[in-house]
Protein backbone atom coordinates (compact mmCIF):
# COMPACT_ATOMS: atom_id res chain seq x y z
CA UNK A 1 0.00 0.00 0.00
CA UNK A 2 2.72 2.49 -0.08
CA UNK A 3 3.95 1.74 -3.16
CA UNK A 4 -0.12 1.97 -4.23
CA UNK A 5 -0.06 5.53 -2.57
CA UNK A 6 2.94 6.63 -4.26
CA UNK A 7 1.10 5.91 -7.65
CA UNK A 8 2.03 2.60 -9.14
CA UNK A 9 -0.30 -0.06 -9.95
CA UNK A 10 -0.16 -3.09 -7.36
CA UNK A 11 -1.42 -6.41 -7.61
CA UNK A 12 -1.42 -8.82 -4.84
CA UNK A 13 -1.04 -12.60 -4.94
CA UNK A 14 -1.37 -15.04 -2.14
CA UNK A 15 -1.35 -19.05 -2.42
CA UNK A 16 -4.97 -18.33 -0.77
CA UNK A 17 -6.70 -16.08 -3.85
CA UNK A 18 -7.99 -16.61 -6.63
CA UNK A 19 -5.60 -15.45 -9.13
CA UNK A 20 -2.98 -17.38 -11.00
CA UNK A 21 0.98 -16.68 -9.96
CA UNK A 22 1.35 -16.18 -13.75
CA UNK A 23 -1.36 -13.52 -14.32
CA UNK A 24 -0.47 -11.37 -11.53
CA UNK A 25 3.49 -11.39 -12.61
CA UNK A 26 1.97 -10.62 -16.36
CA UNK A 27 4.04 -7.55 -17.44
CA UNK A 28 5.13 -6.53 -14.09
CA UNK A 29 8.39 -4.48 -13.11
CA UNK A 30 9.12 -5.69 -9.82
CA UNK A 31 8.07 -8.86 -7.80
CA UNK A 32 8.02 -8.11 -3.76
CA UNK A 33 8.33 -11.36 -1.77
CA UNK A 34 6.99 -11.60 1.55
CA UNK A 35 6.97 -14.87 1.71
CA UNK A 36 7.41 -16.92 5.13
CA UNK A 37 11.06 -19.09 4.64
CA UNK A 38 9.33 -22.11 4.32
CA UNK A 39 7.70 -21.17 0.83
CA UNK A 40 10.69 -19.12 -0.63
CA UNK A 41 12.26 -21.81 -2.67
CA UNK A 42 9.02 -23.08 -4.15
CA UNK A 43 7.38 -19.87 -4.89
CA UNK A 44 10.77 -18.65 -6.25
CA UNK A 45 10.71 -21.83 -8.52
CA UNK A 46 7.19 -21.20 -9.67
CA UNK A 47 8.15 -18.05 -10.87
CA UNK A 48 11.23 -18.99 -12.81
CA UNK A 49 8.67 -20.98 -14.96
CA UNK A 50 6.94 -18.27 -16.24
CA UNK A 51 8.92 -15.65 -18.96
CA UNK A 52 9.77 -12.26 -17.35
CA UNK A 53 11.11 -9.45 -18.94
CA UNK A 54 14.82 -9.38 -18.14
CA UNK A 55 14.57 -6.03 -16.67
CA UNK A 56 12.76 -7.55 -14.02
CA UNK A 57 13.57 -6.65 -10.28
CA UNK A 58 12.84 -8.69 -7.00
CA UNK A 59 13.01 -7.63 -4.01
CA UNK A 60 13.05 -9.93 -0.67
CA UNK A 61 11.25 -8.58 2.47
CA UNK A 62 11.50 -12.30 3.98
CA UNK A 63 13.80 -12.62 7.24
CA UNK A 64 14.54 -16.52 7.32
CA UNK A 65 17.35 -19.05 6.62
CA UNK A 66 17.15 -22.05 4.57
CA UNK A 67 17.24 -25.36 6.98
CA UNK A 68 19.19 -27.33 4.15
CA UNK A 69 21.83 -24.71 3.05
CA UNK A 70 21.73 -22.00 5.35
CA UNK A 71 21.11 -19.92 2.53
CA UNK A 72 19.54 -15.93 3.08
CA UNK A 73 16.17 -15.58 1.19
CA UNK A 74 17.97 -13.05 -1.44
CA UNK A 75 20.67 -15.64 -2.26
CA UNK A 76 17.65 -18.08 -3.44
CA UNK A 77 16.55 -15.43 -5.44
CA UNK A 78 19.67 -14.78 -7.12
CA UNK A 79 20.81 -18.38 -7.66
CA UNK A 80 17.55 -19.28 -9.07
CA UNK A 81 17.70 -15.49 -11.01
CA UNK A 82 21.24 -14.90 -11.82
CA UNK A 83 20.78 -11.95 -14.75
CA UNK A 84 17.89 -10.60 -12.57
CA UNK A 85 18.58 -7.44 -10.04
CA UNK A 86 17.66 -8.50 -6.48
CA UNK A 87 17.04 -5.90 -3.98
CA UNK A 88 16.73 -6.68 0.03
CA UNK A 89 14.13 -5.16 1.89
CA UNK A 90 14.50 -5.22 5.61
CA UNK A 91 14.36 -2.10 9.03
CA UNK A 92 12.50 -1.44 12.18
CA UNK A 93 9.27 -2.74 9.83
CA UNK A 94 6.05 -4.26 12.26
CA UNK A 95 3.61 -4.25 10.34
CA UNK A 96 0.50 -3.35 12.11
CA UNK A 97 2.44 0.27 13.08
CA UNK A 98 2.94 0.33 8.79
CA UNK A 99 -0.43 -0.25 8.22
CA UNK A 100 -2.00 2.65 11.02
CA UNK A 101 0.32 4.74 8.92
CA UNK A 102 2.76 5.64 11.55
CA UNK A 103 6.10 7.01 10.43
CA UNK A 104 9.27 4.61 9.78
CA UNK A 105 12.33 4.11 8.05
CA UNK A 106 13.66 0.88 5.85
CA UNK A 107 16.44 -0.08 4.09
CA UNK A 108 16.18 -1.54 0.47
CA UNK A 109 20.27 -3.13 -0.69
CA UNK A 110 21.06 -4.47 -3.63
CA UNK A 111 24.55 -4.88 -5.57
CA UNK A 112 23.19 -2.84 -8.00
CA UNK A 113 23.23 0.28 -6.85
CA UNK A 114 20.70 1.58 -9.83
CA UNK A 115 17.95 -1.32 -8.42
CA UNK A 116 18.31 -0.49 -5.07
CA UNK A 117 17.36 3.60 -5.85
CA UNK A 118 14.14 2.14 -8.40
CA UNK A 119 13.24 0.41 -4.71
CA UNK A 120 13.73 3.31 -2.90
CA UNK A 121 11.61 5.88 -4.85
CA UNK A 122 9.10 3.30 -5.60
CA UNK A 123 8.41 3.06 -1.35
CA UNK A 124 10.01 6.26 0.00
CA UNK A 125 7.00 8.44 1.34
CA UNK A 126 6.62 11.59 4.05
CA UNK A 127 5.70 8.48 6.75
CA UNK A 128 8.03 5.71 5.24
CA UNK A 129 11.85 6.94 4.60
CA UNK A 130 14.38 4.34 2.83
CA UNK A 131 18.01 4.60 2.77
CA UNK A 132 19.78 2.60 0.55
CA UNK A 133 22.69 0.51 1.36
CA UNK A 134 25.71 -1.76 -0.53
CA UNK A 135 25.47 -4.55 1.47
CA UNK A 136 22.34 -7.09 0.72
CA UNK A 137 24.14 -9.42 3.18
CA UNK A 138 24.23 -7.46 6.08
CA UNK A 139 20.96 -6.09 5.97
CA UNK A 140 19.53 -9.01 5.35
CA UNK A 141 21.36 -10.99 8.10
CA UNK A 142 20.54 -7.98 10.44
CA UNK A 143 16.71 -8.87 9.38
CA UNK A 144 16.72 -12.05 10.35
CA UNK A 145 19.25 -13.48 12.82
CA UNK A 146 17.66 -10.26 15.27
CA UNK A 147 14.58 -12.38 15.76
CA UNK A 148 16.58 -15.10 17.73
CA UNK A 149 17.41 -12.36 19.95
CA UNK A 150 13.99 -10.93 19.97
CA UNK A 151 12.98 -14.20 21.74
CA UNK A 152 15.31 -13.87 24.29
CA UNK A 153 14.20 -10.32 24.93
CA UNK A 154 10.57 -11.67 25.21
CA UNK A 155 11.96 -14.30 27.96
CA UNK A 156 13.75 -11.52 29.57
CA UNK A 157 10.57 -9.51 29.77
CA UNK A 158 8.48 -12.14 30.45
CA UNK A 159 10.61 -13.32 33.60
CA UNK A 160 11.07 -9.59 34.42
CA UNK A 161 14.14 -9.49 34.94
CA UNK A 162 14.72 -5.32 34.91
CA UNK A 163 15.81 -3.06 32.16
CA UNK A 164 19.68 -3.84 32.91
CA UNK A 165 19.27 -7.31 32.06
CA UNK A 166 17.80 -6.55 28.89
CA UNK A 167 19.96 -3.91 27.65
CA UNK A 168 22.70 -5.80 28.74
CA UNK A 169 21.01 -9.28 26.61
CA UNK A 170 20.46 -6.73 23.51
CA UNK A 171 23.91 -5.14 23.13
CA UNK A 172 25.82 -8.94 23.52
CA UNK A 173 22.66 -10.10 21.33
CA UNK A 174 24.11 -7.45 19.06
CA UNK A 175 27.86 -8.69 19.63
CA UNK A 176 26.77 -12.46 18.32
CA UNK A 177 24.99 -10.96 15.39
CA UNK A 178 28.28 -9.04 14.71
CA UNK A 179 30.26 -12.36 14.94
CA UNK A 180 28.01 -14.38 12.50
CA UNK A 181 27.83 -12.01 10.01
CA UNK A 182 31.25 -10.83 9.66
CA UNK A 183 31.98 -14.58 9.30
CA UNK A 184 29.48 -14.98 6.26
CA UNK A 185 31.08 -11.57 4.91
CA UNK A 186 28.74 -8.88 6.09
CA UNK A 187 30.29 -5.25 6.75
CA UNK A 188 30.19 -4.47 10.44
CA UNK A 189 28.96 -1.09 9.89
CA UNK A 190 25.52 -2.44 8.25
CA UNK A 191 24.66 -3.99 11.72
CA UNK A 192 24.74 -0.44 13.58
CA UNK A 193 22.05 0.58 11.09
CA UNK A 194 18.80 0.65 10.67
CA UNK A 195 18.48 -2.95 9.74
CA UNK A 196 20.54 -4.18 12.22
CA UNK A 197 20.64 -2.38 15.45
CA UNK A 198 17.51 -0.76 14.60
CA UNK A 199 15.88 -3.54 13.87
CA UNK A 200 16.81 -5.61 17.12
CA UNK A 201 15.76 -2.47 19.17
CA UNK A 202 11.90 -2.79 17.20
CA UNK A 203 11.76 -6.14 17.85
CA UNK A 204 13.03 -6.47 21.20
CA UNK A 205 11.20 -4.20 22.82
CA UNK A 206 7.68 -4.92 20.80
CA UNK A 207 4.62 -6.42 21.81
CA UNK A 208 3.83 -6.66 18.21
CA UNK A 209 6.75 -9.36 17.38
CA UNK A 210 6.11 -12.43 16.84
CA UNK A 211 9.32 -13.57 18.27
CA UNK A 212 9.28 -11.20 21.23
CA UNK A 213 5.44 -12.69 22.04
CA UNK A 214 7.39 -16.59 21.57
CA UNK A 215 9.97 -15.87 24.23
CA UNK A 216 7.03 -14.17 26.42
CA UNK A 217 4.91 -16.97 26.30
CA UNK A 218 7.57 -19.78 27.38
CA UNK A 219 8.51 -17.23 29.96
CA UNK A 220 5.12 -17.22 31.30
CA UNK A 221 4.89 -21.31 31.38
CA UNK A 222 3.30 -22.28 28.19
CA UNK A 223 4.81 -24.72 25.57
CA UNK A 224 6.64 -23.71 22.38
CA UNK A 225 3.87 -25.52 20.30
CA UNK A 226 0.18 -24.00 22.38
CA UNK A 227 2.30 -20.53 21.53
CA UNK A 228 2.64 -21.50 17.67
CA UNK A 229 -1.08 -22.68 17.75
CA UNK A 230 -2.03 -19.48 18.89
CA UNK A 231 0.21 -16.58 17.50
CA UNK A 232 -0.91 -14.96 14.02
CA UNK A 233 1.48 -15.51 11.49
CA UNK A 234 4.91 -16.96 11.55
CA UNK A 235 7.66 -16.31 14.07
CA UNK A 236 10.57 -16.75 11.78
CA UNK A 237 13.28 -17.13 14.81
CA UNK A 238 12.09 -20.60 16.05
CA UNK A 239 13.50 -22.15 12.57
CA UNK A 240 16.52 -19.26 11.98
CA UNK A 241 17.54 -20.67 15.65
CA UNK A 242 17.99 -24.10 14.73
CA UNK A 243 20.04 -22.92 11.36
CA UNK A 244 22.29 -20.20 12.93
CA UNK A 245 23.21 -23.11 15.56
CA UNK A 246 24.18 -25.51 12.66
CA UNK A 247 25.92 -22.88 11.16
CA UNK A 248 28.01 -21.37 14.02
CA UNK A 249 29.12 -24.75 14.99
CA UNK A 250 30.54 -25.66 11.63
CA UNK A 251 32.40 -22.21 11.58
CA UNK A 252 33.06 -22.46 15.38
CA UNK A 253 31.46 -19.34 16.49
CA UNK A 254 30.69 -18.80 19.55
CA UNK A 255 26.63 -17.93 20.06
CA UNK A 256 26.02 -18.33 23.82
CA UNK A 257 22.40 -16.19 23.89
CA UNK A 258 21.32 -18.14 20.57
CA UNK A 259 22.84 -21.68 22.40
CA UNK A 260 20.26 -21.14 25.62
CA UNK A 261 17.03 -19.82 22.64
CA UNK A 262 18.16 -22.87 21.27
CA UNK A 263 18.10 -25.14 24.22
CA UNK A 264 14.70 -23.71 25.28
CA UNK A 265 12.65 -23.86 22.32
CA UNK A 266 13.55 -27.67 22.13
CA UNK A 267 12.01 -27.66 25.98
CA UNK A 268 15.59 -28.44 27.15
CA UNK A 269 16.10 -26.28 29.87
CA UNK A 270 13.79 -23.81 31.59
CA UNK A 271 13.63 -19.81 30.94
CA UNK A 272 15.70 -19.94 34.49
CA UNK A 273 18.15 -22.40 33.88
CA UNK A 274 19.07 -20.73 30.52
CA UNK A 275 19.60 -17.17 32.67
CA UNK A 276 21.58 -18.78 34.68
CA UNK A 277 23.69 -20.65 32.34
CA UNK A 278 24.30 -17.11 30.84
CA UNK A 279 25.15 -15.13 33.83
CA UNK A 280 27.82 -17.77 34.84
CA UNK A 281 29.85 -18.08 32.17
CA UNK A 282 33.54 -17.55 32.17
CA UNK A 283 34.24 -14.08 32.52
CA UNK A 284 36.11 -12.78 30.07
CA UNK A 285 37.11 -9.33 28.01
CA UNK A 286 34.29 -7.49 26.74
CA UNK A 287 35.85 -7.45 23.05
CA UNK A 288 38.43 -9.61 22.01
CA UNK A 289 40.56 -6.27 19.76
N1 LIG B 1 11.36 -6.85 5.62
C1 LIG B 1 10.70 -6.43 6.70
O1 LIG B 1 10.89 -5.32 7.16
C2 LIG B 1 9.75 -7.38 7.38
C3 LIG B 1 9.79 -8.71 7.03
N2 LIG B 1 9.00 -9.60 7.66
C4 LIG B 1 9.18 -10.98 7.18
O2 LIG B 1 8.27 -11.21 6.11
C5 LIG B 1 7.88 -12.58 6.10
C6 LIG B 1 6.38 -12.68 6.18
O3 LIG B 1 5.95 -12.05 7.36
P1 LIG B 1 4.39 -11.87 7.64
O4 LIG B 1 3.67 -11.37 6.45
O5 LIG B 1 4.28 -11.06 8.86
O6 LIG B 1 4.02 -13.39 7.95
P2 LIG B 1 2.64 -14.12 7.77
O7 LIG B 1 2.80 -15.43 8.44
O8 LIG B 1 1.53 -13.22 8.16
O9 LIG B 1 2.55 -14.35 6.18
C7 LIG B 1 3.35 -15.28 5.51
C8 LIG B 1 2.79 -15.47 4.13
O10 LIG B 1 3.59 -16.43 3.45
C9 LIG B 1 2.71 -17.29 2.77
N3 LIG B 1 3.34 -18.59 2.54
C10 LIG B 1 3.91 -19.41 3.46
N4 LIG B 1 4.34 -20.54 2.87
C11 LIG B 1 4.04 -20.43 1.54
C12 LIG B 1 4.21 -21.28 0.42
N5 LIG B 1 4.78 -22.47 0.55
N6 LIG B 1 3.78 -20.84 -0.77
C13 LIG B 1 3.19 -19.64 -0.88
N7 LIG B 1 3.00 -18.80 0.13
C14 LIG B 1 3.41 -19.18 1.33
C15 LIG B 1 1.49 -17.40 3.66
O11 LIG B 1 0.37 -17.84 2.93
C16 LIG B 1 1.35 -15.96 4.12
O12 LIG B 1 0.62 -15.20 3.19
C17 LIG B 1 8.60 -13.23 7.30
O13 LIG B 1 9.79 -13.80 6.84
C18 LIG B 1 8.89 -12.04 8.22
O14 LIG B 1 10.00 -12.27 9.05
C19 LIG B 1 8.10 -9.23 8.58
C20 LIG B 1 8.02 -7.91 8.96
C21 LIG B 1 8.85 -6.88 8.41
O1 LIG C 1 10.75 -8.13 11.62
C1 LIG C 1 9.82 -7.55 12.11
C2 LIG C 1 9.79 -6.09 12.29
O2 LIG C 1 10.85 -5.46 11.65
C3 LIG C 1 8.65 -8.29 12.59
O3 LIG C 1 8.99 -8.98 13.73
P1 LIG C 1 8.23 -10.36 14.06
O4 LIG C 1 8.45 -11.24 12.86
O5 LIG C 1 8.89 -10.82 15.31
O6 LIG C 1 6.79 -9.99 14.27
Known sequence: NLADAN???VRLWSRHGSQTLETVLKDVQIVLSAISMTGVRDVAFQVNSFSLSPE????????????QTTCTPSQIWQTIFPNH???????????????MQLPAATVV?????????????VFSSHRFRVYTNPDP????????????????????????????????????????????????????????GLSGLGDLLATCNSPLSRNYQVGYQLAGGKTLREILTNLQGTAEGVNTCQVLIQRA????????????????????????QALDELMLRDIKPEYNY
Not at 56 to 67: N, S, V
Not at 144 to 162: E, F, M, P, R, Y
Request: charged residues 15%; contains cysteine.
Open 249 to 272: KQQNIAVPITEQVYHLLQGEITPR
Open 56 to 67: TIFITATKGLDP
Open 109 to 121: ASNISTAAEVVQL
Open 137 to 192: LGVELGGTLKNVIAIAAGVCDGLQLGTNAKAALVTRGLTEIIRVGNDWGAKTETFY
Open 7 to 9: GHE
Open 85 to 99: AVVVLSGPNLSQEIQ
